[in-house]
């Protein structure tokens, strides 16, 4: 097996979707982590899926249930006193056959997503296809207090 094979094996075994945070000032839109303890959980699971304590993390891959047509994240800013907003994302799911020596891969293509708006002020759908490779697909932007 070649290096490039072994780089690509790897790619493919994480289909996930990809969330980044912007955060907003008056004057600029930087992308930025959120300058606090920030923990991201699936519905109904107590694994965290993300998780930073300062603003140095500003974007998370996150799994979609292949299962299911959609999954539910809780994101969670700030430690003692936080504040929650729930993420919502719809979404198509297909098994996608790579090769008799990869196998398959799962595929989804978004088909909405919604979000509270507790932290979080708006969100933009960047891409809706959610592939092997490292494509952001939301964009969540908060505003800097």
Request: aromatic share 12%; net charge neutral.
């Amino acid at each position: 097996m070649s290096a490039c094979e072994e780089e690509y094996e790897t790619s493919v075994s994480r289909t996930q979707m990809k969330l980044t945070f912007y955060r907003r000032t008056d004057t600029s839109t930087v992308n930025m982590g959120v300058s606090d303890t920030l923990n991201i959980y699936a519905l109904k699971t107590d694994s965290v899926l993300g998780s930073a304590k300062d603003s140095t993390t500003s974007a998370y891959s996150l799994p979609l249930s292949y299962t299911a047509d959609s999954t539910v994240f809780i994101l969670r800013k700030g430690a003692k006193n936080f504040v929650s907003d729930t993420l919502v994302v719809k979404y198509n799911a297909w098994a996608h056959f790579l090769s008799m020596d990869q196998g398959s891969v799962m595929y989804y293509n978004i088909s909405n997503a919604t979000i509270t708006h507790h932290f979080i002020n708006y969100m933009n759908i960047i891409s809706k296809n959610v592939r092997e490779v490292e494509t952001e697909n939301l964009r969540l932007y908060y505003v800097a207090k």
